[in-house]
């Protein structure tokens, strides 16, 4: 028995990267396909948002000239390679994956939509949104809070390469407190980093809860499945 059934799993593109600084990573997008199939075969409807910035980050883009609209709608095609990689990986070790995109990429994916998401979850299928909220200005992690309300998770996993939440960060200063658990109203007012603010802001109203975990320990999203303890849960 797993204690969430359908979950929301957000990824940011760095982490494909691995040990790299951008593109992606064969072993560790290997290492991250098999536990999210290992997941799916216990039972747990899986949909992912993935993260564009091992290719293109909008934001940075401005650096350089680039207009944020425009460097926006290159990030969100990032995210797109990212789910197409993902996708493959996971299909040739004989899963069944779908990419759903916020707009038409047809015939790259399919066009999101909120039925054919919940359809694909309860085939058993793996769904993998690509594209962002398909407007600038919004963070993938926005989508992932949205895509997690809209398809009724049980709960959203921020994948992290720390243990979880800590009152500072925990790679500069060692005596960083971590939180095994926390409220919305303690974040909020410790102004730690869990998400962006607009996808914090709707968890919160959605009463969607968070853990934010370590994803390159092995076994981490199992369990979590199972009911143990890992990372920090927000609610």
Known sequence: MIKYKRILLKLSGEAL???EKSGIHTDTILTFANEIIEANKIGAQIGI???GGNIFRGLKGTK???NRVKGDYMGMLATVINALALQSVIEQLGAKAIVLTSTFMEPYAERYTRTRALNALENGQIVI???GTSNPFFTTDSAAALRAVEIE???LLKGTNVKGVYDSDPKVNKNAKFFEEISFAQVIEKQLRVMDLTAFTLCQENNMSIIVFNIFEKGNILKILSGEKVGTLVH
């Open 17 to 19: 990267a691995g040990p």
């Open 49 to 51: 948002v993935l993260g």
């Open 64 to 66: 350089y000239g680039i």
């Open 129 to 131: 949104f690509a594209g």
């Open 153 to 155: 998770a049980d709960i």
